[in-house]
């Protein structure tokens, strides 16, 4: 176990930071691990478990008091709204994403705390290139999650650059997990197809079948967001952010996927026109080269190991 840091985790009733709460006080211990949301959900143990703040990112007196009196040295900032709930509301995705981080990064400014700031997919848009998506190109996004991702990235830039806060960032693809459940993202269907299939054996996918994305488990998610926290920051050379994948699949590669496991399993495709629009701006594929040189990104789980993990860990969990 790794002492030493005092880790303030937003937005940690969330499908990742439910995870990461967890991951992060089994390295670092319990006490050392901070987690805070703006309530407490009933179906969470994450506040019994370990420090609970309740804390609202748009309150930036909130944050600098947490930071102050917890004497907080790291942040893993993942307070947000996911892409097509954030399309529904524009204005509050903006509030929280945007100004929740820049309300972050001011009350982290005096102590000068690292801050790990998850950006995502979501900054490419109809005009980078579709396969393979350099590190480094064209960032023109068209949905409101998009511009405030980008624009996340390069406010990550500025506090770097002219106040030396340590920020470092993924873009993160479509998050499969076996633990919490999503929340509004364009990917959903991906973690969703497995419930349904061992609950109800059909699934109703709302997106078209062909439609490829990148996707990582999230065993990998939280041990790429520690691992590049704790890299040597002189190979870093992008810092903020880097290209991270594990696997590109469609709906209809991962239903037959799943299939194989459950015979009888069907399923149908009732299109979400907002989602698959969102989807269909969105790279087939990811270049995560730079992850994989600058702070030795390699993910663990392929595809098929991934789905045979989710049916075995959500079989035990549903009977």
């Known amino acids: 176990m790794k002492m030493g840091k005092k880790i303030l985790v937003t937005g940690s009733m969330g499908q990742i930071g439910t995870e990461l709460v967890r991951y992060l006080r089994k390295i670092y211990g319990s006490e050392s691990v901070i987690a805070s949301g703006r309530r407490i959900k009933e179906d969470s143990s994450i506040a019994e478990e370990g420090p609970f703040e309740l804390l609202d990112v748009t309150d930036p007196g909130q944050i600098a008091a947490v930071i102050n009196n917890k004497r907080v040295d790291t942040i893993y900032h993942l307070a947000s709204i996911l892409s097509a709930k954030g399309e529904k509301d524009p204005q509050m995705l903006w509030e929280i994403n945007m100004n929740g981080l820049l309300n972050v990064f ?19 848009g109809p005009g980078s290139p579709k396969d393979k998506t350099p590190q480094d190109t064209i960032t023109r996004p068209i949905t409101v999650y998009g511009i405030a991702k980008v624009t996340g990235e390069m406010l990550c830039d500025y506090y770097h650059l002219k106040y030396g806060l340590d920020i470092r960032s993924m873009r993160y693809p ?29 699934h109703n996918c709302p997106l078209q079948e062909n439609t490829q994305l990148d996707f990582i488990y999230m065993p990998d998610a939280l041990e790429g967001a520690v691992k590049l926290m704790e890299a040597d920051p002189s190979k870093l050379k992008h810092r903020n952010a880097f290209n991270v994948t594990a696997f590109s699949i469609t709906p209809k590669q991962l239903y037959l996927e799943v299939q194989k496991h459950i015979p009888e ?55």
Not at 107 to 124: E, K, L, M, Y
Not at 187 to 195: K, L, P, R
Not at 270 to 293: C, F, G, H
């Open 265 to 319: 399993f069907t399923i149908t495709y009732e299109v979400d026109p907002v989602k698959q629009a969102i989807a269909d701006s969105w790279p087939n594929s990811l270049d995560d080269s730079a992850a994989r040189t600058e702070w030795d990104w390699n993910p663990q789980y392929g595809f098929e190991m991934m789905t045979t993990d989710m049916l075995n860990v959500l079989t035990a969990k549903l009977s």
């Open 106 to 124: 001011e009350a982290a400014r005096p102590q000068g705390c690292s801050i790990f700031f998850p950006s995502s997919v979501a900054v490419f």
């Open 174 to 202: 479509g998050i499969i997990s076996n633990a919490a459940l999503p929340g509004g993202g364009t990917t959903d269907y991906a973690v969703e197809i497995f419930y349904d299939a061992l609950r109800e054996g059909k």
